[in-house]
Each structure stands twice: as C-alpha cells, then as structure tokens.
T-cell receptor, first 114, second 114 residues
Framework: AQSVAQPEDQVNVAEGNPLTVKCTYS??????LFWYVQYPNRGLQFLLK??????LVKGSYGFEAEFNKSQTSFHLKKPSALVSDSALYFC????????????FGKGTRLSVIA | NAGVTQTPKFQVLKTGQSMTLQCAQD?????MYWYRQDPGMGLRLIYY???????DKGEVPNGYNVSRLNKREFSLRLESAAPSQTSVYFC?????????????FGEGSRLTVL
C-alpha cells in the first residue's frame, strides 16, 4: 500500500525567508510524487511532479522539490517566500507499477507573514 | 477555459435525503475522480473511473454511488445522506499516459447534512 506523511500541520515563515514543506512517502516500487496547492475556497492546483530523472524538480511560482530516495522524502522548497504563497499544500504519491490513483497527504498550511 | 465544472457549489440536506453531485470536464480526459476533503484528513478518494465505462471504489466508498455517464461526465450520488457525509467534495480529471497522475480539480461542492 502507498502512503504519504506530511509531519507539519502548519508552517510559519517570514516573507523573504526560505520555506520548506516536508513530505515523506511509502510505496512498494518506484514513486511518482506530486505537490498541489489549494487557495481558500478553491480546488487544488498542480505545482510540480517527480517521475524520473533529476532529483531536483522545478515547478510553478518559483517552487521546487527535491526527491531523496534513501530518505523517501520529497520536500517542497522556495528560496524566498511571498505572502501570496500562503495556502494549503498537499503532497501526493502513486506507485509507478500499477494503475492506481494518487494518495494524498493530510496537507500543510503555510502562512507567510509580512 | 472551463476545465472541470461541478454543480451545485453549495447544498444543505436533511438526514435521509438523496442528491447527486454533477461533474463535467471539457479536456477530453480519460480518467475522473471524486474526492472528499475534511479538516485534518486531507483528500480521500471516494470513487474513480479510469476510463469511460469503468468505475472503481476508492478509500471511502460507503454511502456513495457513481455513474460515468460518458467521457465528459461523472456523477456522485448520495442515496440516503448522513451527517458524516458533511464535507467538501471535489471532482478531478486526468489524462492517463503522458500526464501521469496530474489531476485537474473543480472548485468543489460544499455539502452540509443536518
């Protein structure tokens, strides 16, 4: 079975500082990994994904994520946070070997303070 | 760009009433999904349809039924609503194959069962 853990319910960061939102995963084979963002009263929006290749993945709005196979992690990062980055962030995973849907983490609320 | 359209956006039901949530996508995607979002629980998959003519249970299917009416439309029905089904429901779609796992979400349907 595949699973995702987001260990922090809430992350607070000052505007202009770097931010990290943590994600660890468990799959039986190789993972497909994703980050989604949800703004208030909206549906989720795709940010970035890791399928294969370079461990550092760049996505929308200046976000990036680093795939670490040995630590089974896929942390979301941004060098300089903006107030507009404040939102709910979800990590998701699926196993590449099966035709199974994504499994989402419980979400991390990011608050960027001016 | 309509993308994924859900109706209704808001609904209040009494226990035991039935209703259908409608979802349509105009991106010619093969796969469609229904998720529910509850505080602290993240997104949980109710049902999905990998392709037209097929439906499968997700993590929390009890109390729900689905119909993949055609390639565009995927409806979710609550036959006898219960307070535990108070939630925000999201429909999503994806193109299988190249865009593995990248989901496009609707704006959500907020359901309250009294």
């Amino acid at each position: 079975a595949q699973s995702v853990a987001q260990p922090e319910d809430q992350v607070n960061v000052a505007e202009g500082n770097p931010l990290t939102v943590k994600c660890t995963y468990s799959v039986s084979g190789n993972p497909y990994l994703f980050w989604y963002v949800q703004y208030p009263n909206r549906g989720l929006q795709f940010l970035l994904k890791y399928i294969t290749g370079d461990n550092l993945v760049k996505g929308s709005y200046g976000f990036e994520a680093e795939f670490n196979k040995s630590q089974t992690s896929f942390h979301l990062k941004k060098p300089s946070a903006l107030v507009s980055d404040s939102a709910l962030y979800f990590c998701a995973v699926r196993d590449w070997s099966g035709n199974t849907p994504l499994v989402f983490g419980k979400g991390t609320r990011l608050s960027v303070i001016a | 760009n309509a993308g994924v359209t859900q109706t209704p956006k808001f609904q209040v039901l009494k226990t035991g009433q039935s209703m259908t949530l409608q979802c349509a996508q105009d991106m010619n995607h093969n796969s469609m999904y229904w998720y529910r979002q509850d505080p602290g629980m993240g997104l949980r998959l109710i049902y999905y349809s990998a392709s037209e003519g097929t439906t499968d249970k997700g993590e929390v299917p009890n109390g729900y039924n689905v119909s993949r009416l055609n390639k565009r439309e995927f409806s979710l029905r609550l036959e006898s609503a219960a307070p535990s089904q108070t939630s925000v429901y999201f429909c999503a779609s994806s193109e299988t194959g190249q865009f593995i796992g990248e989901l496009f979400f609707g704006e959500g349907s907020r359901l309250t069962v009294l």
